[in-house]
């Protein structure tokens, strides 16, 4: 026999055709089939004289490389053989077609009837599927497949429509599942390549292999025969992936070139052509696709209800479809004409298979509708925003009754829809944000929560209890898959994940991608969002168009509760307007209002409802309509209302309106109001169950007789009315259904849910969409009116600050789903996805800034720890930790203020750790003394495990099993109420459940605070020290949990930028410092070494010059010794800084600053031991580490300063306070020796800082910048002269002084007068502002004050302080020249200080200072000098006259002896307290007073007197001028108080009184005189010149005048002056002792007057002789207290007098 490639020749279609013509010729009945058989042998004989043709190898010969008349020949035998109808010859010559198809040896450029031999080949091969053997079957789709397959043959047309129909037949006849399951294979493999090469418009395209598994998800699942899913698996794999027995190259240049001759059948064309443009292989599918669609839309007759067969093939199309749009591309989107068919018959396919209760169908649907929202939604937007509520929305909406399989599989959709993070928030952007679409997102999200919380309590559900868990475990899974979307969506957008840690993995039921959802080949919607009708929206647009849609349902809802109310709303925000007729318009298209309510308000009295009636009737055109179709087509839009008035009114306008439409329809409009009112009673009659006696034809006849002005209206008529409305009954909407009830739970208030509910269930809810024939024939009509319209813009939006809206639609609903789930049920899958939930509900919130949300659901989780009722806890809760965990790892940067509640927990859940191991729980520890030591760690050995015992006596863990309330910030320790031993022991095996939470996941949070942001971190350290301050304020248990992580955290960042570090601090620094105060002694000291320990750490880094860090890192401890009031916490301070210093002196920098002020604070604390403690490092950082003080930093030598001027006046020990002043010397020298010059020059801001004393420290800045050091230094030991201590004073002065003449070389002019401004005149401003301050005001006896501080400067330390003023002035005088007003000026004050020391040590000194400065004194000066002795007399003439004055209202009693019942003070001034003492102790003020005055007017004379004698060569004419002025006013003052009579005479009694010396005014104004007297005798001496200018011989005579007038006036010669009101006398009578004694005091004044006058030349007494000779004569006749005062008078009158009257 020969060999099988012999058979057929040398051709290649021999060697396929060759073996199967020789079969069939084996298994044909040759006797019934002799024709076959001959044919068979021709053709054998035939294919072994053929060769392939070597000719045009894209040729459209039917076989490849022959002729076509053999081509046909052979084809013909083939088709023979498959028309015989026996199984053993169908069978080899279908696989032989198989095989020719397979192979690429058929060819054929367009198939489309039966003019073509494959054609009639492929007719024979549908055909022969009927004889229904089963091989043969299985052949037949082999066939078939093969040739739709073969990109060698283009099946058009009705060619193709049959062979898919061939399949359907077989997959709906056949007799074998598996054979079933094929025939379903094969159709979905023809789908994916026809509806492939349509996307890609070409026959040589690469397509996917079906998948039967997923083909039998919906239906079919019973027809798998053990391996039959995977047996035709493989036979559809075997049939696509046959390799081309022909060269690749060869098969496409078949390809081409066929394409070429037969009229560019894969020729390309623009998507926006006309139809005639399209390539016929689009057209083609169009056409299947059309009739797929509409064989989806067959349904049974009503003969046949349950046609099981058409509802097969139903499904199966349906699940063609769902193949075809699963796989769909870019072409369906962008070609109009396949949008439309999308559009026009799937849509209306799934519309109206939408009304069917198959359960494999409604699953289609679903698929279906999912691949369309995955692709089509940008251009589907309307047909999407209908199907949406139908298909999802109200089968979600049913909690009570809903169907368990339909649910599951809505549920399964969404979650899988709600993976694409894309498609979650595109519908919440073009539905919930658009005014004329349904709010799906919010409305799904509201189902989920319904279905959540299960059927409400008391309700009537056909669920059982598995089936409703069911329902819930899934809706939460779906709720926690569109958070999880909303927050990749973010993170994409964000690229949040780019700076976050890693997360940690999620629950496996999680991880699961969302582009799992289609595969490589698929495109997804969003992948083209630049169409023609979409467009990208900022979020500020999307937020105006939702806040008008909430707006725009707000006044919706408020109408559907009040109409009225509703429409003002609207109209008062612009929402709808104001007319009736846009009122009309928006009552008649606004789908949400309630019909009912329309009717109401149609109904009502008032003008404005009444007008908008008549417009919404007015819009209808009831032209050309029936009475029953008008009236119909008029009564959809509302209901009408109840009460017969306002359907009255409401019928009356639609009669009017009708009879206008139809004018030739009644005589008038009377009888259509009539014949409307009984249609609506005929309406009412027939259809309602409740009236049992109907209306019959006739009755509704005789009803409306003589209705047409007295006329009857035709029966016919009257009766088809009637039938029509009996039969097709008037539906007006049915009322929107009320929202459900809420659901309550017995934790509801714990948890917080009632007002989450609140929240949630008071939104608005729309009215979900049935499936009945009128929403269908509705929809159809919405359909039709979407079509006439412009496309829906489809918005793409960017921008992430849409999620803020989402979530605040989701946040309420998602809340509440997750809380209740938790709380209610135990289950760990449950739980886990809840948890999950929180977690990205708590990401997308916190990244966003939503702080109430965040905090919601942070809060919430926080609480359902049960963290603070442990005793209570189970596993869930335990999760719920770990899940608080990983939100405080993962979203660290974001949570803010949330941090408090996360560590809170941390806190409690470290408390239990502790008393579970037994360790302390309070601080009871620390109570120990404190010490050097660099870690405080708690000791447990003392305590027993409570894990271990079954018995707990310890209070506080009783309080802690006991339970607390969440926000309790402590355990009640002594809260009432028994702890049972059960409650024990659950709190112990909860214990063990904590161990499930290592320390490390614990202490991770702190570690990984480093990676937090500079907001994170410093929002994490403020929550830190709020928590720790909690736990260490707790009364009965404080912990020291969060105080350690405190220091951790400062540990771990302390490598932050300064920037960030500084604010860090800030809050720590802070919080150590109330914490340092705090009144519980343990507390503040534990912190005090926290602090102390994290110092240290920090000291140990390094720090750069001119930085300020360490400063502020150590102004805690500045704080807290300035203000804590625990003498522990301050001795605990200093030893810490001291500690801190001595060990790390070399790290010290900017940090001696606080150093030196807790130093500084220490010094002058009142308990001795602190101030020795301070002192003594004081002393070793001065003497050994004087040089690390000035390093980086110059102005720390102005606090070291500070502080040991502070140290100075220390109380308790003189030494300290001398050393300190010694260590000031010290600190002079080593500024002098200019170790602070090389230092880095120092700002002008930072000068500031310096004493508050020093009124311009600018002002001395120089060339060297560092002598500024000196002025705190200077002013420090300048402010210590004052102290009361009188060695402190000494020494002070002394170093202040010695300092000045030891370096003063170094300063410059203007420095000098800085120092002497805010130095040196302070020293002694502060000894005589007491002494100004007493003269200025004396007006009484309180006026008396001492030194500020209480103390006063005695003699030797005023002579010291004057000399060292002198001395120092006159070393330095030509740099402090400008100073000598100054210098003088406080010598004269020491000259009018009260006491004897103080007025000789300036005395003494000014002398010195004028000697020494004699020669240098300008001229200026000399009369600075003068001026100033002459102001310093004359300034105190003011205050004194003054105090004389109030003696006038001073009554002093006559008294001749001391009153027996007073006594005698120590200053013998008689005290009593009646009135006449008072006056007694005011006029001893004042006689004291007037001494003190003399006093001082004598001293400065004897100045003035003693400089003119030593220095009248050197002084000038204006000084000398200055000094006749200050002997005249001094001589003139003294006068005046000498004739003040009754002040004298009341002094008088006083002082004897008192037993007290009179004040000396007689000897004041002797010495007054007689200095003037001898100042101007020696001028007429001496001074010519001045003495002819200024006539100083006339000022002598009127002097002398006025000394012998006084002396008349005392011998009792009367008065001589005006001015005095005392009464002249004209007797002579002896003077009493007094006046005696008066007279002897004035008798050496008046010898020298007359002295004077004897030595007058006698011109010059000539000329004065008339106004002296009264008063010499006068003399003669006085008495005279010595003979003297006659001999000189005698004398006169014989040398003076005498010669000129012998002259004369």
């Not at 006797?31 to 072994?48: E, F, I, N």
């Not at 591309?329 to 109009?336: L, S």
């Not at 929550?1023 to 260490?1032: A, P």
């Not at 300008?1418 to 105190?1436: H, M, V």
């Amino acid at each position: 026999m020969s060999s099988p490639q012999n058979l057929g020749g040398a051709s290649r279609c021999g060697w396929v055709l060759g073996p199967a013509l020789d079969k069939i010729i084996k298994n044909v009945a040759w006797r019934k089939h002799s024709q076959l058989v001959s044919a068979c042998k021709s053709a054998l004989d035939r294919l072994h004289s053929l060769a392939d043709d070597s000719g045009d190898p894209t040729s459209c010969c039917p076989l490849y490389g022959l002729s076509s008349a053999d081509a046909d020949f052979l084809l013909q035998t083939l088709i023979m053989a498959i028309e015989s109808a026996s199984p053993k010859v169908v069978e080899p010559a279908l696989d032989c077609a198989y095989r020719l198809f397979s192979f690429g040896l058929i060819r054929g450029c367009e198939i489309k009837d039966d003019s073509s031999i494959i054609f009639r080949l492929v007719d024979s091969v549908c055909k022969c599927a009927v004889l229904g053997d089963e091989p043969v079957e299985l052949g037949v789709l082999k066939v078939l497949l093969s040739a739709v397959r073969s990109p060698c043959i283009y099946f058009r047309g009705d060619c193709l429509v049959e062979v898919v129909r061939s399949c359907f037949n077989i997959y709906l006849g056949g007799h074998s599942g598996t054979n079933q399951i094929c025939a379903k294979s094969v159709l979905g493999q023809m789908m994916i390549i026809v509806f492939t090469r349509v996307q890609e418009n070409s026959m040589l395209v690469e397509f996917k292999n079906v998948s039967v598994s997923e083909l039998l998800e919906f239906a079919d699942r019973n027809l798998n025969e053990g391996s039959s899913i995977q047996f035709a698996q493989n036979f559809v794999n075997e049939i696509v992936e046959t390799k081309d027995s022909i060269d690749s190259n060869l098969s496409l240049d078949l390809q081409n070139g066929g394409k070429h001759r037969e009229g560019k059948a894969d020729e390309s064309v623009n998507e926006g052509d006309d139809l005639s443009g399209y390539s016929k292989i689009r057209e083609d599918g169009f056409l299947l696709y059309k009739n797929l669609c509409k064989l989806s839309m067959k349904f049974s007759s009503q003969e046949h209800p349950d046609d099981q067969i058409l509802l097969r093939g139903k499904i199966l199309s349906l699940e063609l479809l769902n193949v075809i749009m699963g796989n769909a591309g870019p072409i369906w989107r962008t070609n109009e004409r396949f949008l439309n068919a999308v559009k026009q018959y799937l849509c209306l396919s799934l519309l109206k298979n939408s009304a069917l209760s198959v359960m494999a169908i409604f699953q289609l649907l679903c698929s279906i509708f999912q691949n369309l929202i995955s692709k089509f939604r940008s251009v589907l937007k309307s047909e999407i925003g209908i199907f949406f509520p139908m298909l999802i929305l109200r089968v979600l909406e049913n909690v009570l009754q809903p169907s368990f399989l339909q649910k599951m599989t809505i549920l399964s959709l969404l979650e899988k829809m709600s993976q694409d993070s894309q498609f979650i928030i595109d519908i919440f952007v073009n539905y919930d944000c658009d005014v004329d679409a349904p709010n799906i997102f919010e409305r799904t999200v509201n189902g989920l929560l319904k279905t959540a919380l299960g059927p409400p309590p008391g309700s009537t559900t056909t669920l059982s209890p598995a089936q409703d868990m069911t329902f819930r475990h899934e809706s939460v899974k779906c709720l926690v898959r569109i958070i999880k979307s909303m927050g990749s969506w973010m993170d994409h957008q964000l690229k949040v994940g780019d700076v976050n840690p890693p997360k940690l993995s999620d629950n496996e039921n999680l991880t699961e991608s969302p582009s799992n959802l289609n595969e490589d080949t698929n495109f997804t919607d969003y992948e083209l969002p630049s169409q023609a009708n979409s467009e990208f929206s900022d979020a500020i647009s999307l937020e105006q168009r939702r806040a008008y849609k909430l707006e725009m349902q707000k006044g919706v809802a408020l109408f559907n509760r009040k109409p009225s109310k509703g429409i003002e709303f609207l109209i008062s925000t612009k929402k709808v307007g104001s007319s009736p007729e846009e009122v009309a318009s928006f009552l008649k298209s606004t789908p949400s209002l309630n019909e009912s309510m329309i009717g109401d308000y149609f109904g009502e009295r008032e003008d404005f409802p009444m007008k908008v009636m008549h417009a919404y009737v007015d819009s209808f055109n009831f032209e050309k309509m029936g009475f029953g179709e008008a009236i119909r087509y008029f009564l959809r839009g509302f209901r009408l209302p109840g009460e017969a008035q306002k359907i009255d009114r409401i019928m009356e306008k639609f009669a009017e309106r009708y009879c206008k439409c139809n004018s030739d329809a009644f005589s008038s409009a009377d009888t259509a109001y009539v014949l409307a009112y009984s249609v609506i009673m005929l309406n009412t009659d027939a259809h309602n169950s409740m009236v049992k006696d109907k209306m019959t034809k006739a009755d509704f006849i005789r009803n409306n007789r003589g209705i047409d002005n007295g006329k009857d209206l035709a029966e016919d008529y009257l009766g088809a009315l009637y039938d029509q409305i009996v039969k097709n009954e008037i539906r007006m909407k049915a009322n929107s259904s009320a929202p459900q009830s809420k659901q309550e739970n017995s934790l509801n208030k714990l948890l917080g849910f009632d007002g989450i509910l609140n929240l949630v269930w008071k939104q608005t809810e729309e009215k979900p969409l049935g499936a009945n024939g009128y929403q269908i024939r509705h929809i159809q009509e919405q359909f039709k009116a979407n079509s006439l319209k412009s496309e829906a813009v489809y918005y793409a939006v960017a921008d992430p600050t849409i999620l803020r809206f989402m979530v605040e639609v989701c946040w309420g609903p998602i809340l509440a789903a997750f809380s209740v789930t938790l709380d209610q049920i135990d289950d760990k899958e449950a739980t886990s996805q809840c948890l999950q939930g929180f977690r990205h509900a708590v990401h997308v919130t916190a990244v966003m800034g939503m702080q109430t949300q965040r905090d919601a659901f942070v809060t919430t989780v926080a609480k359902f720890t049960y963290l603070h009722c442990a005793a209570d806890m189970k596993q869930k809760n335990v999760d719920a930790v770990k899940a608080i965990i990983s939100i405080a790892i993962e979203d660290g940067n974001y949570l803010q203020e949330a941090w408090e509640h996360i560590l809170t927990c941390l806190s409690r859940f470290e408390h239990l750790q502790l008393l579970g191991d037994g360790a302390p729980y309070d601080l009871s520890s620390l109570n120990t003394s404190y010490s050097d030591t660099e870690d405080i760690s708690l000791k447990s050995s003392s305590y027993p495990s409570l894990k271990k015992k079954g018995t707990l006596q310890n209070p506080a863990v009783m309080a802690v099993v006991r339970g607390c309330s969440y926000d309790s910030t402590s355990v009640r320790a002594n809260s009432p109420g028994l702890v049972t031993p059960e409650q024990i022991n659950n709190f112990i095996s909860n214990l063990h459940l904590l161990d499930q939470i290592g320390s490390f996941e614990l202490n991770h949070i702190f570690a990984q605070s480093q990676r937090l942001n500079s907001e994170a971190i410093v929002a994490f350290v403020k929550v830190l020290c709020k928590v720790s301050m909690s736990e260490l304020q707790s009364p009965t248990d404080p912990r020291v949990f969060s105080l350690t992580k405190i220091v951790e955290v400062a540990h771990y960042n302390m490598n932050r930028i300064r920037l960030v570090w500084s604010r860090i601090w800030g809050v720590l620094s802070e919080f150590f410092v109330a914490v340092g105060l705090s009144e519980n002694l343990s507390v503040a000291i534990f912190v005090m070494d926290s602090l102390r320990q994290l110092a240290m750490k920090f000291l140990e880094r390094e720090e750069l010059a001119n930085y300020n860090f360490q400063n502020e890192f150590l102004s805690p401890f500045v704080v807290v010794m300035q203000k804590s009031s625990s003498t522990e916490i301050r001795e605990l301070v200093v030893r810490c800084v001291s500690q801190m210093v001595l060990s790390r002196v070399n790290n010290v920098k900017s940090g001696w600053k606080s150093v030196f002020m807790v130093f500084t604070a220490a010094a002058a604390d009142e308990r001795k031991s602190i101030v020795l403690l301070a002192f003594e490092t004081m002393e070793k950082i001065v003497r050994e580490y004087f040089s690390h003080i000035t390093e980086t930093e110059t102005m720390t030598f102005t606090d070291c300063v500070k502080c040991l001027i502070t140290f100075t006046n220390s109380r308790f020990n003189s030494d300290v306070s001398l050393n300190a002043i010694a260590f000031l010397r010290y600190c002079a020298v080593r500024l002098a020796d200019g170790e602070l010059a090389s230092n880095e020059k120092i700002k002008g801001d930072e000068i500031t800082s310096l004493e508050d004393n020093v009124s311009d420290v600018q002002a001395c800045k120089d060339k060297d910048e560092y002598m500024h050091f000196w002025v705190p230094l200077l002013s420090g030991l300048s402010r210590l002269t004052s102290d009361p201590r009188s060695a402190i004073r000494k020494s002070a002065l002394e170093v202040l002084f010695n300092i000045l003449k030891d370096h003063g070389h170094l300063f410059s002019q203007p420095f000098w007068s800085n120092v002497f401004n805010s130095v040196i005149f302070p020293v002694f401003r502060s000894t005589f502002d007491s002494n100004v301050d007493q003269k200025d005001d004396s007006s009484s006896p309180s006026a008396r004050v001492t030194h500020s501080d209480g103390s006063a400067w005695d003699s030797e330390t005023s002579a010291i302080a004057a000399e060292c003023l002198s001395d120092l002035f006159v070393q330095f005088f030509e740099s402090v020249r400008s100073q000598l007003l100054g210098v003088v000026t406080i010598l004269v004050g020491f000259i009018r200080s009260p006491g004897q020391g103080p007025s000789s040590a300036g005395v003494s000194a000014l002398m010195r200072l004028v000697a020494d400065l004699k020669s240098n004194l300008f001229e200026k000066e000399w009369r600075d000098i003068f001026l100033c002795l002459k102001e310093a007399a004359a300034s105190s003439f003011p205050g004194l006259v003054k105090l004389l004055k109030t003696m006038d209202s001073v009554e002093v009693p006559d008294v001749a002896q001391p009153d027996s019942d007073m006594e005698l003070t120590s200053g013998n001034v008689a005290v009593n307290d009646d009135p006449e003492n008072d006056n007694l102790q005011t006029a001893a003020y004042v006689v004291s007073r007037m001494k003190s005055h003399i006093t001082t007017q004598l001293l400065i004379l004897q100045v003035v007197t003693d400089l003119y004698k030593m220095h009248w060569q050197t002084l000038s004419t204006g000084s000398i001028i200055l000094l006749l002025e200050t002997y005249s006013s001094i001589a003139s003052h003294s006068h005046e108080l000498n004739i003040e009579t009754s002040l004298l005479l009341k002094l008088e009694k006083a002082c004897y009184a008192l037993e007290i010396s009179e004040p000396p005014l007689v000897h004041f104004e002797n010495e007054s005189y007689q200095n003037y007297i001898n100042f101007l005798h020696d001028l007429l001496m001496n001074n010519s010149s001045l003495c002819e200018e200024r006539n100083i011989e006339a000022e002598l005579v009127s002097v002398c005048e006025q000394v012998l007038k006084i002396y008349l006036n005392c011998a009792g010669f009367g008065s001589v002056n005006n001015a005095v009101s005392k009464p002249v006398r004209h007797s002579f009578l002896p003077l009493g002792s007094a006046k005696k004694e008066e007279l002897a005091a004035r008798t050496p004044l008046v010898l020298l007057v007359m002295r004077i006058l004897c030595r007058m030349e006698r011109d010059s007494f000539r000329i004065y002789v008339s106004q002296l000779f009264p008063l010499l004569a006068d003399l003669v006749r006085s008495e005279h207290n010595s003979q003297e005062v006659q001999l000189v008078l005698s004398n006169i009158f014989q040398s003076c007098i005498g010669p000129l009257l012998m002259q004369s």
